[in-house]
């Protein structure tokens, strides 16, 4: 009989304690989170979509080449002399044209690793996470802010900038060989006037072959 | 009564005494559906419906209710057809009717008959009927299941109503609803306390203990919502039924919550009385404490189906047999003494 009353007294107890949590619970605050309308801070560091500033990208191709799943294709153009393409913000000196910079978000594991390599701090990641598409060639992300035309102006530029240079490298080494010709003739006949010194004579035939 | 039907004058009123606790029960049944889903929610540290109609997605049971009325009306095959299609509007009507002897003011009863408590009584044993009704008719060996534990259930829990109803009506001694709650008027009990029937004897508070306990079971609410048990039954007897006649056995089961937890109300905590006593009185405050006192019940029993698990069937069959009857039968003779002897 005692232990119908002790059992009795336990269940009692134990419903209105489960009752007093319930209630506690039902004036206690909410946890939910009315997701479009509201959204949950993402933590320092969080990895999600990546950004370029391409106003600070040097073209260094380090990004590219840290990627571990090849999703950054970066394509550049030497600028020519009569460019100048300014600095970045953290002052280094921009060299080239950025005609592609693409990245493939399809493609991305968000390792971070290309985050970190950059000189210039110009890709990282934003808090940004809704950017899913029908179309998985809406998820490449195109980051290069010249036109097609300027693209193709740029290139052609670069190309006779450059066959002009080869040129003109061509023709200074063809002068340098030519003026070192000169010298060693006139050396030579030196050497015979004077029945000089066979060692230097060595040494300045050593560059000669380098140069061929 | 006969004679009113057979007499076209009285059809009007009639039918408007009749959509008064129709209306009644479909607007209470919209915000009850709501209401328990933001218990729930409250309970489980969410928010519940928060989007349809703006306000904490108060138009959300307005919206599944349109989502239903829409819905294929489907009958198994090797179901038997009329018993199938007729079930769920025999439950809403065992439901409906009892209505009639609720006294919801003091201005409006829908029939103020001598033997209210009686009828109210059975009248609702037609639930356990359409219960059993729908579940042999769905030809579903769940839904079948679901139907024998209901009806072993409210067959049981039965006795411990009745028997604290009985204690009730020993100390009020009336079996009209109307006079029971007029008797409760005043603020005279101990001084202070309003003249409502819990406070006037030690042993009815015992009495609505064992009442409270048993209409949870009548009405199918956790712990002992058995005929209906969703994790192992898939809905009981429930399961077949689809669309407008599903939603007519949820509107039912609400308004079986809602008519139970008023005589609750009436029998315990004095009807449409005013705690304070005349202040606050009259027929529109009446009904709004009535309302009020019916609310909180329905707003407990939400309470405790987010609370409790539920009982196994021989724990169910224990709890009523060896435990609330005889307490109730006990209880009955010991307010009769105290009756007598104060």
């Given at each position: 009989m005692l232990y119908v009353f002790k059992e009795g007294w336990n269940t009692f107890k134990s419903i209105f304690t489960g009752m007093g949590i319930t209630i506690r619970h039902f004036f206690g605050p909410s946890v939910t989170l009315q997701y479009p309308t509201e959204k949950m801070e993402l933590p320092k560091g969080a990895r999600a979509k990546l950004h370029v500033n391409i106003d600070d990208c040097i073209g260094c191709n380090l990004c590219a080449r840290a990627c571990p799943v090849n999703c950054i294709h970066i394509e550049t153009v030497k600028a020519t002399d009569d460019v100048d393409l300014g600095k970045t913000s953290t002052g280094n000196p921009k060299r080239f044209w950025l005609t592609q910079f693409d990245i493939d978000m399809a493609k991305c594991m968000y390792c971070d690793f290309c985050v970190h390599p950059c000189p210039t701090d110009c890709i990282y990641m934003v808090p940004e996470y809704e950017y899913s598409e029908v179309e998985r060639t809406n998820l490449v992300y195109h980051f290069s802010n010249l036109e097609p035309a300027m693209v193709a102006e740029v290139k052609e530029k670069a190309e006779e900038e450059a066959e002009r240079k080869k040129r003109e490298r061509e023709e200074k080494m063809r002068k340098q060989a030519e003026a070192k010709k000169k010298k060693e003739q006139a050396k030579k006949k030196e050497a015979e006037n004077n029945g000089g010194d066979e060692k230097d004579d060595e040494k300045s035939s050593n560059p000669k072959k380098e140069d061929s | 009564m006969i004679h009113f039907a057979a007499n076209t004058t009285y059809t009007l009123p009639i039918l408007v005494h009749a959509a008064i606790p129709l209306t009644l029960i479909l607007v209470y049944a919209l915000v009850a559906i709501w209401g328990e889903r933001k218990v729930a929610g409250f309970i489980q540290d969410r928010l519940g419906p928060m989007r349809v109609g703006g306000w904490h997605g108060w138009a959300q049971s307005i919206a599944d209710l349109l989502k239903l009325l829409q819905k294929e009306?489907?009958?198994?095959?090797?179901?038997?057809?009329?018993?199938?299609?007729?079930?769920?509007?025999?439950?809403?009507?065992?439901?409906?009717?009892?209505?009639?002897?609720?006294?919801?003011?003091?201005?409006?009863?829908?029939?103020?008959?001598?033997?209210?408590?009686?009828?109210?009584?059975?009248?609702?044993?037609?639930?356990?009927?359409?219960?059993?009704?729908?579940?042999?008719?769905?030809?579903?060996?769940?839904?079948?299941?679901?139907?024998?534990?209901?009806?072993?259930?409210?067959?049981?829990?039965?006795?411990?109503?009745?028997?604290?109803?009985?204690?009730?009506?020993?100390?009020?001694?009336?079996?009209?609803?109307?006079?029971?709650?007029?008797?409760?008027?005043?603020?005279?009990?101990?001084?202070?306390?309003?003249?409502?029937?819990i406070f006037q004897n030690p042993f009815l508070i015992v009495a609505f203990g064992i009442f409270f306990v048993s209409i949870l079971a009548e009405a199918h609410r956790v712990p002992f919502d058995l005929p209906e048990s969703e994790s192992e039954l898939v809905a009981g007897y429930q399961t077949e039924y689809s669309g407008i006649r599903w939603a007519m056995f949820m509107l039912a089961e609400y308004a079986d919550m809602l008519l139970l937890s008023l005589l609750g109300a009436v029998l315990f905590f004095g009807g449409w009385n005013s705690p304070f006593g005349d202040f606050m009185g009259g027929p529109v405050w009446g009904f709004f404490w009535f309302m009020l006192k019916g609310l909180l019940l329905v707003f407990v029993m939400m309470w405790i189906r987010w609370t409790l698990p539920r009982y196994r069937v021989d724990q169910l069959m224990h709890i009523c047999w060896s435990i609330l009857i005889p307490l109730s039968f006990i209880n009955l003779v010991l307010v009769a003494l105290w009756e007598v002897i104060f």
């Open positions: - | 009306d489907i009958v198994p095959h090797n179901a038997s057809r009329f018993l199938f299609k007729f079930a769920p509007f025999m439950m809403f009507a065992a439901s409906y009717a009892a209505f009639a002897v609720i006294p919801f003011s003091s201005a409006y009863i829908g029939s103020n008959i001598n033997i209210g408590v009686f009828y109210l009584l059975a009248v609702t044993s037609l639930l356990t009927l359409s219960i059993i009704m729908a579940a042999w008719a769905s030809n579903n060996k769940w839904s079948l299941l679901g139907g024998m534990r209901s009806a072993a259930q409210m067959v049981s829990y039965e006795v411990p109503t009745i028997a604290t109803v009985l204690t009730v009506i020993v100390v009020a001694g009336s079996l009209n609803l109307m006079t029971v709650t007029e008797m409760q008027a005043g603020n005279d009990t101990l001084g202070f306390l309003p003249n409502w029937l």
